[in-house]
Nanobody, 113 residues
Framework: QVRLVESGGDSVQAGGSLRLSCVAS????????MGWYRQTPRIEREWLGA???????DYRDSVKGRFTISRDNAKNTVYLQMTNLQPEDTGVYYC???????WGQGTQVTVSS
């Protein structure tokens, strides 16, 4: 069974913070590098960052220093902590494996100036 359920999206002011969560099925999570992705009106789904099973994370340059990915292997959950959010961060956020395979429904983040 494949399951990816993202949550935590909200509307915030520029400079604000959010923490997104993604609960995955065991088959989608166990032993896999997990990634976060974002889709905006202008950009097709883009890779934001990923975390390996032992907790090593990497990020795209535009979010380095502002976004942090973590995981709880006992809960099959991956998190995306976002700080200093800007209007260009507005979009639908998804998690998946890295490289991506299946997709959940995503969670909407809206940042107003």
């Amino acid at each position: 069974q494949v399951r990816l359920v993202e949550s935590g999206g909200d509307s915030v002011q520029a400079g604000g913070s959010l923490r997104l969560s993604c609960v995955a099925s065991v088959s989608m999570f166990s032993g896999k590098t997990m990634g976060w992705y974002r889709q905006t009106p202008r950009i097709e789904r883009e890779w934001l960052g990923a975390i390996t099973t032992d907790g090593s994370a990497d990020y795209r340059d535009s979010v380095k220093g502002r976004f942090t990915i973590s995981r709880d292997n006992a809960k099959n959950t991956v998190y995306l902590q976002m700080t200093n959010l800007q209007p260009e961060d507005t979009g639908v956020y998804y998690c998946s494996t890295d490289p991506s395979t299946y997709w959940g429904q995503g969670t909407q983040v809206t940042v107003s100036s």
